[in-house]
């Protein structure tokens, strides 16, 4: 068996638990089980540090449930182990209750990648309020905005941000009891998490604003925005200005990038 034939079978043996028969015995064997263990702990740590809320409102033993199955359901793929966990969330749509008990819980993992990914993105120069005082009255019909890497929009079934905050804010270490968390009810709804001056940032979007915003991310030209604006608003005359409301706040967040 050739050296590189070798190193897969150990990683197979490793990663996967496949058969390495031939390859490690004995005293050699134990140390497999060593590097099997460590292997799943290690990604374990690395889950519990993407989701830190989620470990949180689920306790260590019930996170570490729900981590060790979704190990073995969804193998890590990428070099980087930071984006190992990109899809627990719709692992944990269709698991059973016993690892996730109540439906909101996928919306804190959605959250919490949503915010990492934020604080991750690229960096890119700022739209500057100047720009775009410097266009005509006739270029604004065709102006299409972009939005910055860091800009993150998901979908969330519940209102959980407020049970959310408590538990970011909230210190296991410290030996404080966790608090007493709101129950998440219903709510469809659209959460924006970006990047600003460094610091990671979110909030719920009103149905207006997080129409506007998917118009912008699917790159539409002003006029369309305005279009939209009046459709949700049932308001010609109000969308105008709800656009320029709206461009006004993406500006002072720092939500738009320079073409």
Not at 23 to 34: C, E, I, K, P, Y
Not at 145 to 159: F, G, K, N, Y
């Amino acid at each position: 068996m050739s050296l590189v034939a070798q190193q897969q079978q150990l990683a197979a043996a490793i990663r996967d638990g496949s058969d390495a028969a031939g390859l490690l015995s004995g005293d050699f064997a134990t140390g497999l089980q060593v590097y099997r263990h460590a292997y799943r702990a290690r990604l374990a740590e690395a889950l519990a540090d993407n989701y830190t809320v989620l470990a949180r409102a689920l306790g260590d033993e019930a996170f570490d449930a729900l981590a060790q199955a979704y190990i073995a359901a969804r193998p890590s793929q990428h070099p980087s182990i930071r984006w190992f966990g990109h899809a627990l969330a719709s692992f944990m749509a269709t698991a059973d209750d016993e690892l996730v008990p109540h439906a909101s819980l996928v919306d804190f993992a959605a959250m919490d990648w949503a915010l990492r990914g934020a604080f991750d993105a690229a960096d890119a120069p700022l739209l500057e309020s100047a720009a775009l005082a410097a266009l005509g009255p006739d270029d604004w019909a065709s102006l299409v905005l972009h939005l910055q890497p860091s800009a993150q929009r998901v979908t969330l079934a519940h209102a959980i941000e407020p049970a959310w905050r408590m538990l970011r804010e909230w210190q296991p270490d410290s030996g404080a009891d966790q608090p007493e968390l709101p129950e998440p009810v219903p709510l469809q709804h659209t959460l924006l998490a970006w990047r600003q001056q460094g610091e990671t940032r979110w909030r719920s979007l009103e149905p207006l604003e997080a129409a506007l915003l998917q118009s912008v991310a699917e790159g539409a030209p002003f006029a369309l925005l305005c279009e939209r604006a009046a459709a949700e608003l049932g308001d010609a005359e109000a969308a105008a200005p709800a656009v320029i409301g709206a461009l006004q706040r993406w500006l002072a967040d720092g939500l738009l990038r320079r073409p």
